[in-house]
């Protein structure tokens, strides 16, 4: 969430220096990609967040075994 509010950020202050269509292609693409980014950085997080959960969970039922 942090990075897509200072994509958009940077994005805004492009815009107020560039005018015309040509800055408004370079913020959408700034955009995108920090959109992209910010995909991959979430899914990483949820894919380690499930694994240490798994990890969590079987080191609870070997302690239950004991």
Do not use: P
């Not at 990890?55 to 070997?62: A, E, N, Q, V």
């Amino acid at each position: 969430m942090l990075s897509l509010l200072i994509g958009l950020g940077i994005s805004m202050g492009i815009l107020s220096i560039t005018n015309g269509w040509e800055g408004q292609i370079l913020v959408n693409l700034i955009v995108i990609l920090i959109l992209l980014v910010s995909i991959f950085f979430m899914g990483l997080f949820l894919k380690s967040a499930t694994y240490f959960q798994k990890d969590f969970i079987l080191w609870k039922s070997r302690i239950r075994r004991k």
